[in-house]
Each structure stands twice: as structure tokens, then as C-alpha cells.
Nanobody, 124 residues
Framework: VQLQASGGGLVQAGGSLRLSCAAS????????MGWFRQAPGKEREFVAH????????YYVDSVKGRFTISRDIAKNTVYLQMNSLKPEDTAVYYC??????????????????WGQGTLVTVSS
């Protein structure tokens, strides 16, 4: 499956952005969709995931209460609503899809397909 991420940009601290991740076709076999981010000079970091069926979610502690992951099954699209953004949220954000049926779906190795990334820059 091909994933296309969009919605990044430049925003001031405290602002909001919504990222989108559109799948090229029905994500047959996909169990979980996730968002990761990679800041300059740092390793790729898990941000959030959502079960395609059922919609249960999980977040890294640093974004809990500020970010919300959701999905639109009819549109084969996953969103990441980011509120109260901080400069430390600056990174390239990647969406990913996993066919694994057993989690925890918090590591890059848990995911099979990746989008191209979208840059989020938060100014102080």
C-alpha cells in the first residue's frame, strides 16, 4: 500500500496543525496505522497509533492530551490533529501501516509501509 502524508507546515508555538495520511487503496490486511516523527539528528520516534478496526488509540507520553489520531475508513485516511504545539515537536512526520496482528506497534520495525514524510516546524 502506498501512503501519502500531507499537512505539515510552519506554525507558532501554541498553534495547531492537522496531518493527513491517505492510502492509495483499501488497506487490506492493515491492522494498525501509526505516526512517527524524526527530528534533526535524532532517531525516528513513535508518536501514536490507531487500530484500523475498532479505532483504539495509543500515544507516546509527550503528546498525550495534545495530539489526537483518528481515521476515516471510507476515505482510507488517517489524521493526526496536533494542538498546543511546542518547538520540540519540530520534526518530519511519517505515517505508517502495519499488518502485524500482535503489538505493541510502537517501533518502526512493527510497520510494513511508510509514507514520504511531511515537515512540521514549530517556532518559539
Amino acid at each position: 500500500v502506498q501512503l501519502q502524508a500531507s499537512g505539515g507546515g510552519l506554525v507558532q508555538a501554541g498553534g495547531s496543525l492537522r496531518l493527513s495520511c491517505a492510502a492509495s487503496r483499501r488497506t487490506f490486511g492493515t491492522n494498525v496505522m501509526g505516526w512517527f516523527r524524526q527530528a534533526p539528528g535524532k532517531e525516528r520516534e513513535f508518536v501514536a497509533h490507531i487500530r484500523w478496526s475498532g479505532g483504539s488509540t495509543y500515544y507516546v507520553d509527550s503528546v498525550k492530551g495534545r495530539f489526537t489520531i483518528s481515521r476515516d475508513i471510507a476515505k482510507n485516511t488517517v489524521y493526526l490533529q496536533m494542538n498546543s504545539l511546542k518547538p520540540e515537536d519540530t520534526a518530519v512526520y511519517y505515517c505508517a501501516a502495519s499488518t502485524k496482528v500482535v503489538g505493541p506497534w510502537t517501533g518502526a520495525h512493527d510497520f510494513d509501509s511508510w509514507g514520504q514524510g511531511t515537515l512540521v516546524t514549530v517556532s518559539s
